[in-house]
């Protein structure tokens, strides 16, 4: 077994709720730590539906959060098709529109290092608010990769907060 690459990456299901219309009233994953980590990947996958979402990648000052922000800079990507992705787009806090079509991949990827603000936040999540107010299931994984500290055991603790 490749102990190294169990230590190295977490995947979070962030989509626990029923996946059908996941958007309607807004979506706010939960808080992810990421003081051990040193990047995370948000996987969407949008299976059907037509509704459409405005996603961003928010960074938080504590775990409630009582503040949050877009994360300043973060990239991501799209996929209408098994193994074939658009080119990285480098976005602001602004964040990009899902469109309405179903059956489609995104990536969203974050460092530690662009999490930004003016003190030492280490706390992100991902936001989708609702555009288009129809039925859209999506699930949603955050992989969260290239650890800073690789505990003991080959495992990281939790980022969950």
């Excluded at 490749?2 to 995947?11: E, P, R, S």
């Excluded at 500290?149 to 980022?159: K, L, P, Q, S």
Aim: overall charge negative; hydrophobic content about 35%; proline content about 2%.
């Amino acid at each position: 077994m490749n102990t190294q690459f169990l230590g190295d990456h977490k995947i979070i299901h962030l989509s626990t709720k029923a996946m059908r219309d996941l958007l309607q009233g807004n979506y706010a994953s939960d808080v992810i730590n990421m003081r051990d980590w040193q990047s995370c990947i948000f996987v969407i996958n949008q299976t059907s539906g037509v509704g459409q979402g405005e996603v961003s990648i928010q960074r938080c000052d504590t775990v409630l959060p009582l503040t949050t922000a877009g994360a300043p800079s973060w990239r991501w990507r799209k996929s209408t098709s098994p193994d074939a992705w658009n080119d990285w787009t480098q976005v602001s806090s602004s964040g990009f529109l899902t469109g309405t079509s179903p059956d489609k991949m995104f990536e969203c990827e974050i460092r530690g290092d662009e999490i930004g603000g003016t003190s030492d936040w280490n706390y992100i999540r991902l936001n989708i608010d609702q555009v288009t107010d129809s039925e859209v299931d999506i699930d949603i994984i955050a992989i969260m990769y290239n650890g800073r500290y690789i505990e003991a055991d080959g495992f990281n603790r939790t980022v969950l907060t």
